[in-house]
C-alpha cells in the first residue's frame, strides 16, 4: 500500500510539474495566445507612409552584419555593423529620404518600388553602400 501511494504522489508531482512548464521562447511577439501581450507586434510589412507612427526594422546586409532602422515621427536611427546614424526623414511615394545629423552629415534613401517595406525583401540603402534584408519587422513600442 505504501509503495502504491509513494507511485501515485510521484506521478502527480511529474504531472503538475508537467503542467506548469512553461516553454521557451519561440520569437513571437503577437503574444502566442490568451493573457495578452506587452511584448511589439511582429509584421510581415509596413506601408512606408506609416513609419512615423514607430516602426524597427531588423535585418542584415550582404557582409553578414545586423542592420536596424528606427523610425519615430519624422526621426531615424540608423545602424549597420559598427556604424550609426541619426536625422531626420521624409517620405516622397515609395522613397524614405533620410537625412543625417550627425557630425559627418549626408543623406542617403530607399526606394521601395511598391510603398511597403517587407519581411523577405533586399532594399538597397543608396548613396551608403549598404543594403538590408528584412528579417523583423516590429512596432516600436516607445515611440511617442
Same mark, same amino acid.
Given at each position: 500500500?505504501?509503495?502504491?501511494? !509513494?507511485?501515485?504522489?510521484?506521478?502527480?508531482?511529474?504531472?503538475?510539474?508537467? #503542467?506548469? &512548464?512553461?516553454?521557451? @521562447?519561440?520569437?513571437?511577439?503577437?503574444?502566442?495566445?490568451?493573457?495578452?501581450?506587452?511584448?511589439?507586434? @511582429?509584421?510581415? #510589412?509596413?506601408?512606408?507612409?506609416?513609419?512615423?507612427? &514607430?516602426? =524597427?526594422?531588423?535585418?542584415?546586409?550582404? #557582409?553578414?552584419? @545586423?542592420?536596424?532602422?528606427?523610425?519615430?515621427?519624422? !526621426?531615424?536611427?540608423?545602424?549597420?555593423?559598427?556604424?550609426?546614424?541619426?536625422?531626420?526623414? !521624409?517620405?516622397?511615394?515609395?522613397?524614405?529620404?533620410?537625412?543625417?545629423?550627425?557630425?559627418?552629415?549626408? @543623406?542617403?534613401? =530607399?526606394?521601395?518600388?511598391?510603398?511597403?517595406?517587407?519581411?523577405?525583401?533586399?532594399?538597397? =540603402?543608396?548613396?551608403?553602400?549598404?543594403?538590408?534584408?528584412?528579417?523583423? =519587422?516590429?512596432?516600436?513600442?516607445?515611440? !511617442?
Amino acid at each position: 500500500m505504501k509503495k502504491l501511494l !509513494n507511485i501515485l504522489v510521484a506521478t502527480s508531482a511529474v504531472m503538475a510539474l508537467t #503542467a506548469c &512548464g512553461g516553454g521557451g @521562447s519561440n520569437g513571437d511577439y503577437n503574444g502566442g495566445g490568451g493573457g495578452g501581450s506587452t511584448g511589439p507586434e @511582429s509584421l510581415y #510589412a509596413v506601408d512606408v507612409s506609416n513609419l512615423d507612427q &514607430g516602426f =524597427i526594422i531588423y535585418g542584415s546586409n550582404r #557582409a553578414g552584419e @545586423s542592420v536596424t532602422l528606427k523610425y519615430c515621427g519624422r !526621426n531615424y536611427e540608423y545602424a549597420s555593423g559598427s556604424g550609426y546614424w541619426y536625422g531626420h526623414f !521624409n517620405i516622397n511615394g515609395d522613397r524614405i529620404n533620410m537625412f543625417d545629423d550627425t557630425p559627418t552629415g549626408g @543623406s542617403y534613401r =530607399i526606394d521601395t518600388g511598391n510603398y511597403t517595406l517587407e519581411v523577405g525583401v533586399e532594399y538597397f =540603402i543608396d548613396f551608403q553602400n549598404d543594403e538590408i534584408l528584412v528579417d523583423q =519587422i516590429t512596432e516600436d513600442l516607445y515611440c !511617442n
